[in-house]
């Protein structure tokens, strides 16, 4: 439910951030080359975008449905995600967190629905690369670096993490986060 939820929210959200960009840009005319517009698309493999173009690639704002059901809705440049955005698989498992050049890089949280195991950390090149897998039953599984000597995440790793949530160290509810983090 809680999920469910936050999707709305985030779809909202993002299409509310760039509602500013897409309300600016004139809708797409009827030819085929679209420039700094907001238009629709069905592709030749039977995907379909509806949201910003420039230079006729997908750019700003939008959403990408695939064929298969994947679903992308967020940022773009150049034809590629690329910035913020969200991605629902088929199976249910989805992706909350930033993209670049069409792959999952930077932060991002990955939830495998099917066993509500959740990876939260950093990615390159669309692979996880720093950062914590939780499962259900609370047991969690270290991705890269940020374990101290006994194989531990370190007490920095959720520092950062926390200053990254916006919280400001020294204060009580940063001490919180830290401590509800490395539970």
Same mark, same amino acid.
């Given at each position: 439910?809680?999920?469910?939820?936050?999707?709305?929210?985030?779809?909202?959200?993002?299409?509310?951030?760039?509602?500013?960009?897409?309300?600016?840009?004139?809708?797409?005319?009827?030819?085929?080359?679209?420039?700094?517009?907001?238009?629709?698309?069905?592709?030749?493999?039977?995907?379909?975008?509806?949201?910003?173009?420039?230079?006729?690639?997908?750019? $700003?704002? @939008?959403? !990408? #449905? &695939?064929?298969? +059901?994947?679903? =992308?809705? /967020?940022?773009?440049? *150049? %034809?590629?995600?690329? $910035?913020? @955005?969200? !991605? #629902? &698989?088929?199976? +249910?498992?989805? =992706?909350? /967190?930033?993209?670049? *050049? %069409?792959?999952?890089? $930077?932060? @991002?949280?990955?939830?495998?629905?099917?066993?509500?195991?959740?990876?939260?950390?950093?990615?390159?090149?669309?692979?996880?690369?720093? @950062?914590?897998?939780?499962?259900?039953?609370?047991?969690?599984?270290?991705?890269?670096?940020?374990?101290?000597?006994?194989?531990?995440?370190?007490?920095?790793?959720?520092?950062?993490?926390?200053?990254?949530?916006?919280?400001?160290?020294?204060?009580?509810?940063?001490?919180?986060?830290?401590?509800?983090?490395?539970?």
């Amino acid at each position: 439910m809680c999920t469910s939820v936050f999707k709305v929210i985030l779809i909202a959200c993002l299409f509310i951030l760039g509602s500013t960009n897409a309300a600016a840009l004139p809708k797409c005319s009827d030819l085929p080359y679209k420039d700094n517009c907001i238009g629709s698309q069905t592709n030749p493999d039977g995907s379909f975008y509806q949201g910003g173009f420039k230079a006729n690639k997908y750019s $700003g704002k @939008g959403e !990408l #449905t &695939l064929l298969n +059901g994947a679903k =992308y809705v /967020g940022d773009f440049e *150049n %034809g590629l995600q690329n $910035g913020r @955005g969200y !991605l #629902t &698989l088929p199976s +249910g498992n989805t =992706y909350d /967190g930033e993209w670049r *050049n %069409g792959f999952r890089e $930077g932060y @991002g949280i990955f939830i495998y629905k099917n066993t509500g195991a959740r990876y939260e950390g950093t990615w390159l090149n669309g692979n996880q690369k720093d @950062g914590v897998l939780k499962n259900p039953d609370n047991s969690s599984q270290i991705f890269g670096k940020g374990l101290n000597e006994n194989g531990n995440q370190s007490i920095d790793f959720y520092k950062n993490k926390c200053r990254d949530l916006g919280f400001k160290p020294e204060t009580e509810s940063f001490a919180k986060c830290v401590l509800q983090l490395s539970k």
